[in-house]
């Protein structure tokens, strides 16, 4: 998913969706392991997800409001939140906020800022829908784990006239996107309910305890998701995971399970369900699960990458650069492979590619702290390139080595 400094609000027209019933599973129940787990640190509740802040309230009442006097309901709060009156909103994914801590950091990864818009709808009582958008899969890393990014958005309905009656004139749906994509791409998305949009909060704040090592609290974000909907199958996973790096291989082959049953080419439920039987030595069984597995996806996220790597170490630029080339090819959005082939680029001498890519890297970073950082050392580079001290071998050595610190 492309992420841009700043969050635009892309307008399309939509058509309206059917609700769905509301989930029950016993099932899922008999997975959760209460007693294995330390209570949480405060109360976990999916639904203080889309609480209006104090600060929010004074919003909706001063600028909020003067916009909808002027453009109505729906307008005014699509203007508000464009405008330089309004909340001038930044994209970062470096963690899920709830709606109030979207507004007070006037920033957030789009589940956080469709809660905080679903929160301004909610209190100009405009109807919404939430969407699930279908883009091609991006994995990233981190300490560890892979991270499959999704992305959403949310549908404002038609305004209602206080006596009930409806506004015909408007356009039944109109729909905000934080992010902008290509319009054949925003074009396919479905329709999810409010279960099971806080129950991916939930599971993004659990997968963030995880790449802390907080498995405590990963456990009771994870059982919040389940609990919120426990037709979503990405929570079992993220419960699995959990549950593996627990020491606890029975509970996460049950979890996993689980998921294959319904999903049986779930590409993050093989991978994690080969862990668990090498773990615990069923080799030949997680040798035919990872077979399944290469027939769905030949080729594993991070594997060009992870060669690409090798290849810096030891000095193979040209094969690195291949690596990392090829990576893109599959993912021409991730940052980090953008920083990686401009590091091949600078030692094949190429100072302008590298430049171009080490841009590129902070175009597409998702959190304003990696931004920083490669505005950082692209600014760096471009002061001492310009300088000509590309020639001097010693002066290389440093500028190599700068670029490469994280």
């Not at 909340?87 to 950091?105: C, I, M, P, Q, V």
């Not at 939930?202 to 059982?223: F, P």
Request: net charge neutral; proline share 4%.
């Amino acid at each position: 998913m492309r992420t841009p400094t700043t969050c635009l609000l892309v307008l399309t027209l939509l058509l309206t969706a059917c609700a769905s019933p509301e989930p029950t599973s016993p099932q899922a129940d008999r997975l959760l392991v209460d007693t294995a787990f330390a209570a949480p640190s405060k109360p976990v509740d999916v639904r203080q997800a889309m609480v209006m802040s104090d600060e929010m309230a004074r919003f909706a009442a001063g600028p909020l409001a003067a916009e909808v006097r002027m453009h109505g309901a729906r307008g005014g709060l699509i203007s508000a939140m464009n405008t330089r009156s309004g909340l001038k909103l930044d994209y970062d994914s470096a963690r899920t906020r709830t709606a109030g801590e979207a507004y007070e950091a006037r920033t957030g990864n789009c589940l956080s800022l469709v809660l905080m818009t679903a929160a301004f709808a909610r209190h100009l009582n405009l109807p919404v829908r939430y969407n699930s958008v279908y883009l091609d899969e991006t994995w990233t890393r981190n300490n560890g784990l892979f991270f499959v990014t999704g992305h959403v958005n949310i549908t404002l309905g038609r305004p209602v006239n206080p006596n009930g009656d409806t506004v015909y004139h408007e356009p039944e749906m109109v729909t905000l996107d934080f992010v902008p994509i290509e319009e054949t791409r925003r074009q396919r998305a479905t329709a999810i309910d409010e279960r099971t949009l806080l129950a991916m909060y939930a599971n993004n704040r659990a997968a963030e305890s995880l790449a802390t090592n907080d498995l405590d609290e990963a456990y009771w974000w994870s059982r919040a998701a389940i609990k919120s909907d426990p037709r979503w199958m990405a929570s079992f996973n993220t419960l699995a995971v959990l549950y593996r790096r627990k020491g606890m291989g029975a509970p996460a082959e049950a979890a996993l399970r689980f998921v294959l049953d319904r999903e049986h080419e779930n590409v993050q439920a093989l991978s994690n369900l080969a862990l668990v039987l090498n773990d615990a030595g069923r080799k030949a069984e997680a040798d035919r699960v990872t077979h399944q597995l290469s027939l769905i996806q030949p080729v594993p996220p991070y594997k060009y990458f992870d060669e690409g790597v090798a290849a810096m170490r030891v000095g193979d630029y040209k094969t690195a650069k291949n690596r990392f080339e090829r990576e893109l090819a599959r993912a021409a959005y991730v940052a980090e492979f953008h920083f990686w082939l401009g590091l091949a680029n600078w030692g094949l001498g190429d100072p302008t590619a590298t430049r171009e890519h080490i841009a590129q890297a902070m175009e597409n970073s998702a959190t304003q702290k990696d931004r920083r950082l490669y505005a950082a050392k692209l600014a760096w580079l471009k002061r001492n390139t310009e300088l000509g001290q590309e020639s001097d071998t010693d002066t290389q050595r440093r500028l190599d080595a700068h670029l490469r610190q994280r």
